[in-house]
């Protein structure tokens, strides 16, 4: 890759705006659910499949289910998505709120 074109590339990293939001793991195979929140909601399932592949997930009962059932029997949902208009205070506080309400809604774990 030649040095310009590097450049642009890293540049259009930079200035692409994150969505942050709540998202569900479904167990297909037993109903479970476990609800998160993160500010890369687009992204996050990469980083939690990578986590549950290697055994080193930080919510037991979820790397306990994977264990057991396997990934084909889960699925990752958004749930809700903020818009990218408020301050990273509001984000973090309207976070909370909606995975707050999610868990309660769906009965679920929440996920560390």
Same mark, same amino acid.
């Not at 687009?42 to 055994?55: E, Y």
């Not at 264990?67 to 998505?81: I, M, N, P, S, V």
């Given at each position: ?6 450049? $642009?590339?890293?540049?259009?990293? &930079?200035? %692409? %705006? /994150?969505?942050?939001?709540?998202? $569900?793991?479904?167990?297909?195979? /037993?109903?479970?659910? =476990? ?13 939690? !499949? ?8 930080? /919510?037991? /009962?979820?790397?306990?289910? !994977? ?6 029997? #889960? ?13 990273? #205070? ?5 976070? %909370? &709120?909606?995975?707050?309400? =999610? ?10």
């Amino acid at each position: 890759m030649d040095r310009p074109n590097r450049k $642009a590339l890293v540049a259009a990293y &930079k200035e %692409k %705006k /994150t969505v942050a939001g709540v998202y $569900a793991v479904i167990c297909n195979a /037993t109903g479970q659910a =476990w609800v998160g929140q993160s500010r890369h909601i687009d992204t996050q399932q990469n980083g939690l !499949w990578f986590t549950l592949r290697l055994g080193s997930c930080r /919510t037991p /009962t979820l790397q306990a289910a !994977w264990r057991e059932h396997g990934e084909a029997e #889960f699925r990752y949902e958004q749930l809700d998505r903020l818009a990218d208009d408020l301050s990273d #205070f509001a984000r973090a506080d309207e976070l %909370k &709120k909606r995975a707050a309400m =999610w868990i309660a809604r769906l009965q679920a774990t929440p996920l560390a």
